[in-house]
């Protein structure tokens, strides 16, 4: 038993998907092979603009083992455009290229062959003519207009929104001084190991597309039943895939039409797993690349009383969730911090890059950064230890539920007490100690610091904040559970997993309010024609909502058996007590009924079920999002997430000045998610979360040179951190139990990438402020890092 | 043409064609599907197997290469239905993966690491799982699986004079 009293919760079990895994039985998209499946490949745009004047597809077809060549003007006149949430009819979103192609390496033709190489050879055997148009690449100049991505459009403004929350001008009047710093988050992304992958197959007499896909996306029947123009109840997406990584980008909304347009044209199955390079150039898989220019107002004591922040997306050249990426940070503004007044520019321009999708964290990771570069710099202006002035201007433990300028309330925390624990761990002075040793071997050492939320339990508020026309005010999810005529138990889930252990905690979920071994209650994946609502694991929000739905499913399972066993009993309802799968007589324990028991009257003795009571065992709970079901007032003012988890990075980073490299020495983690449901994978998603963070502050980066051209095509240009770069990192843990759930869970899905990168980031400008320079663009690359290093100590 | 393998211990005849890659071949000839493909460029590792116990990228080679060796692949060291090897029971234990997309590959290059040296220390293992990209855990609790199965190995079976 935990302290908290939970036999099952928070104790060290082991995650049953991980023994498929380890074997080489995951069910993955690849793995799925249907009789007479066709293959799928793609011709590509080669300029980041042009126009499509002709495409010659005849020696392509006539290839042996070709069945078709499918072309973007047949695409788009048997199909919708994509859904993009935003109101911009004339940027439409389609899977092949329209007229106009707009990024180097957009899908222009899609080859249809008997194996993925013989349609990769006919591939290369289409012949398309293009017109090169003029383009832009940067987010500045696409701002400016003078070339526009989307002709129709009129501008490449997707959105630009200004909020104004609290006293902004007032605050800044009033403030003695003022800071202005301009941070820039590189285009990166989460680039799982697997590539997005499909597989659609239309059966004309049942009226079904059967859809296997490497997916995580929310409302994705319903997005393919709109595009194919098909009812949404003839779409039939398979669950039980196992997705090989996903951290929010597999979203494969445009592969998925394709295929499915191509299975129904043609009559057999239409298979397109993405090679690297479709994935890195073409799969629209990127991630946020973010201009933000933060000016805060404060004092001689570091307190900040107000913030202006702009932050300029560059979504690449069609909307899909990227603008939205925008929004999410709304929900956690402030940060961990007592800022009273925000003013908050949110821009989403197009340009001619690769189109972005979801990433972990949906645009906080960057605003965190943007934040905690702040919070630094005026800790160096004013000669004050960085911990200090965050200390100064946390929210303090008897402020929660505390709401910030932007609407949303904080659940619960103890930030400063998460700081003290870590601390705690590795005393401050000797940690300066050792940076100061390092410093006085010559090399550049410096310590980072990074306080940061993780707003979890997703209701996508962002979407009404940021598209008024848009009124959802509900992001459901939803289990099933039924107890079958034997006793045994199976429980369903509605969406698919991409490593996040979702079975496992749908299993002690239900194993501790049942009482009864987690390792019994079986957990399946129906199809989406067989599920309940299910907003799929987004927003950091699984263990909260598909957690918190088995939770109320098993409650009124529970319910059941007791009104069932105190009918049988002859005892009033109030009396009976349910305990481990039995149920008792609170004043004559002796006076039981046993599970088996509880089951044959529900299954076979309908003559001694309560009157009116549904025969069987089987409940379900939809779950709404926990303070959920309100727009945005006028001000945009929003309650965005129910719960904010906490994480305070502490990193030792040392710098060869001569190479620019830098190595981190220590890595410290405070991390306080509330209760955990299994620490295993908590502690996994923090460390991931972490090695993410560290690739996108040093490593990673979806490079464009001059003329257009993505430089990062493979994973020889495209860095993911290895073994080598991601040090042992201790995590210390707390538990701040969250009101707002049904365990006092919150989320940890993004965990680690929150404050990784700001925290890095903050150990390199420690490192390198001795030499009066400072770098607030990320990635921070060694070469960079290591000619400004040069520069500087030149002239010294 | 017309190849014959030595996978997991036993004769298979394929037909591939001469580009074929190994990958390609163990996943869609003999559908042994625990060999993922990543990068197919020889990076990510995703596709190890071992070749006469060394582990190799399966996407670098061509199928008609692996003529006349020994493949070993995650179906090979998995002792039986329903059963784990100690490496992918350790694996369990810690949770040494998430999404499980990288994982047989990892437990291939563990097995090849101790075979050659059980007692590894951290930095042995880390050296080991390098060419392995794992994008989900950080591979802090793929570090620990590693070392709990090289433990776990060592304390079974140990001749007598070789116990501490």
Known sequence: MTEAGHRFVSTDRRVREDRRFVVGKGRYVADIALPNAKHVALVTCP?????????????????????????????????????????????????????????????????????????????????????????????????????????????????DKTFTWGEVDKDFAAAPRKLKLRVKWGRSSTVPIETFGVVSSWDPWREILDVYASIQMPRYADQIGIALKIPVSSVRVHHDVDVGGSYGVKRGIKHTVLTGYLSRRLGFPVRLIEDRLENMRGGDAH???????????????????????????????????????????????????????????????????????????????????????????IASVLGLDPLEVRRRNLIRAGDFPYTIPSGTTYDSGDYQLVIDKVFKHTPYEELKKERDALRAKGLLAGIGLAAALEPSGGNAMFEALLNPKITTTTFMDSCRINVDGVGCITATMHT?????????????????????????????????????????????????????AAFHAANKLKDKLLAIGAHDLGIPRERAVYERGDVYDRGNPEHRRAWADLVQIAYRNYHRMPADMEPGLATSHVMQVPTGGKLPDADGRVQMYPCTSFEFHLILVKIDPALGRPEIVK?????????????????????????????????????????????????????????????????????????????????????????APAGIANAINDAIRPLGISVNTLPIRISTLGDMIAAAQEKK | MRIELDINGSKREVEVEPRTTLLDCLRDNLALTGAHAGCEHGVCGACTVLFDGIAVRACLMFAVQAQGSKITTIEGVTPGPGELSPVQDAFCETHGMQCGYCTPAMILTAHALLANNPEPTREDIVEAISGNICRCTGYAQIVEAIALAAERMRGTNRPTELQT
């Open chain 1, 667 to 755: 890595y410290r983690v405070g991390h306080d998610c509330g209760v955990m449901i299994n620490p295993k994978i908590v502690r996994g998603m923090t460390m991931g979360g972490i090695a993410h963070g560290i690739g996108a502050a040093l490593l990673e980066e979806f490079a464009y040179d001059g003329e257009g051209q993505l430089m990062a095509q493979s994973f020889m240009d495209y860095l993911l951190p290895s073994s080598h770069e991601v040090p042992a990192v201790e995590i210390i843990h707390h538990c701040t139990p969250s009101p707002n759930t049904v365990l006092g869970q919150k989320g940890s899905g993004e965990s680690g990438y929150l404050g």
């Open chain 1, 47 to 159: 300029y980041p603009a042009a126009r499509i004047v002709s495409i010659d597809k005849s020696a392509a077809l006539a290839m042996p083992g070709v069945h078709y060549v499918l072309d973007g003007d047949e695409l788009a006149g048997a199909t919708l455009p994509l859904m993009t949430g935003l109101e911009t009819p004339n940027v439409p979103r389609r899977p092949l290229a329209h007229e106009v192609a707009r990024y180097s390496g957009e899908w222009v033709v899609a080859v249809v062959a008997d194996t993925r190489a013989l349609a990769e050879d006919a591939a290369e055997a289409v012949e398309i003519d293009y017109e090169p148009l003029p383009f832009v690449l940067d987010a500045e100049e696409a701002l400016e207009g003078k070339v526009l991505v989307h002709e129709a459009h009129g501008s490449n403004v997707l959105l």
């Open chain 1, 496 to 548: 698919t997993s991409s490593g996040q252990g979702h079975e496992t905690l749908v299993g002690t979920v239900i194993g501790e309010v049942l009482g009864l071994d987690p390792d019994l209650v079986r957990v399946t994946r129906p199809d989406s024609l067989n599920s309940l609502p299910s907003g799929t694991p987004v927003g950091s929000r699984m263990a909260i909502m598909l957690g918190g």
């Open chain 1, 287 to 377: 991630g946020p690349e973010r201009l933000f220019d933060v000016e805060v107002a404060y004092d001689d004591e570091g307190i900040v009383s107000s913030m202006k922040m702009r932050a300029l997306e560059n979504v690449g050249a069609y909307a899909g969730r990227s603008p939205f990426q925008l929004g999410k940070p709304v929900g956690a503004i402030v940060g961990p911090y007592r800022i009273k007044s925000v003013q908050y520019r949110a821009v989403a321009v197009v340009t001619n890059k690769t189109t972005q999708e979801a990433v972990r964290g949906f645009g906080q990771a960057p605003t965190n950064v943007a934040l905690e570069r702040t919070m630094d710099e």
